[in-house]
């Protein structure tokens, strides 16, 4: 087997145990593509945030698209617009959180540990690193209001997840 190659069997050995438990309870087979609470919330991928229990939400309630910062990209505003036309979202909740690597660094300083880990000159690629985490949540709360491709009827706002208190922070933007 070559660096390439992968066992998914062995590799992946814990997933496979974990979904076998999951899918032998699996009851959301009716499920549609459509949000049901007719949101979508836009977020960082950090572990310690999950999204449908701090809302109060539940499977099939919420489109969820994450990245690292919780940034409004290109590619998210091309995934929202699919949601707001075809799959039932009227309301976007971009919702960064505190404690956050993406605003605790400059982007220099993340592609150096980077290159401290790996040996992987990540320069290439824009980071996005943000020194004002609510002025940059406040850009892209306005970016995407300003999108022309979505319905003049979605709504969206911004908040900031605090990850030890477990509250959100609404931002007035």
Same mark, same amino acid.
């Given at each position: 087997?070559?660096?390439?190659?992968?066992?998914?069997d062995?590799?992946?050995?814990?997933?496979l145990?974990?979904?076998?438990?999951?899918?032998?309870n699996?009851?959301?087979?009716?499920?549609?593509?459509?949000?049901?609470?007719?949101?979508?919330?836009? %977020?960082?991928?950090?572990s310690?945030i999950?999204?449908?229990?701090?809302?109060?939400m539940?499977?099939g309630?919420?489109?969820?698209?994450?990245?690292?910062?919780?940034?409004?990209?290109?590619?998210?505003?091309?995934?929202?617009?699919?949601?707001?036309?075809?799959?039932?979202?009227?309301?976007?909740?971009?919702?960064?959180?505190?404690?956050c690597?993406?605003?605790?660094?400059?982007?220099?300083?993340?592609?150096?540990?980077i290159?401290?880990?790996?040996?992987?000159?990540?320069?290439?690629?824009?980071?996005?690193?943000v020194?004002?985490q609510?002025?940059?949540?406040?850009?892209?709360? %306005?970016?995407?209001?300003?999108?022309?491709?979505?319905?003049?009827?979605?709504?969206?706002?911004?908040?900031?997840?605090?990850?030890?208190?477990?509250?959100?922070?609404?931002?007035?933007v």
């Open positions: 087997m070559n660096s390439h190659e992968l066992d998914f062995n590799e992946f050995a814990d997933i145990v974990g979904n076998e438990r999951y899918a032998s699996f009851n959301e087979s009716e499920l549609t593509g459509v949000a049901r609470e007719g949101l979508a919330v836009v %977020t960082c991928m950090d310690r999950d999204p449908l229990a701090l809302l109060g539940l499977p309630d919420v489109k969820i698209l994450r990245n690292a910062g919780a940034r409004v990209t290109e590619d998210v505003l091309r995934t929202l617009v699919l949601a707001n036309h075809l799959l039932g979202v009227n309301r976007v909740l971009i919702m960064p959180h505190t404690d690597r993406m605003a605790s660094a400059e982007e220099s300083d993340v592609h150096a540990a290159y401290k880990a790996s040996g992987i000159d990540s320069r290439g690629i824009e980071i996005r690193t020194s004002d609510v002025g940059a949540l406040k850009l892209d709360v %306005t970016r995407a209001r300003a999108y022309p491709l979505f319905a003049q009827s979605l709504v969206v706002g911004g908040a900031i997840f605090d990850v030890r208190t477990g509250r959100l922070i609404p931002q007035d």
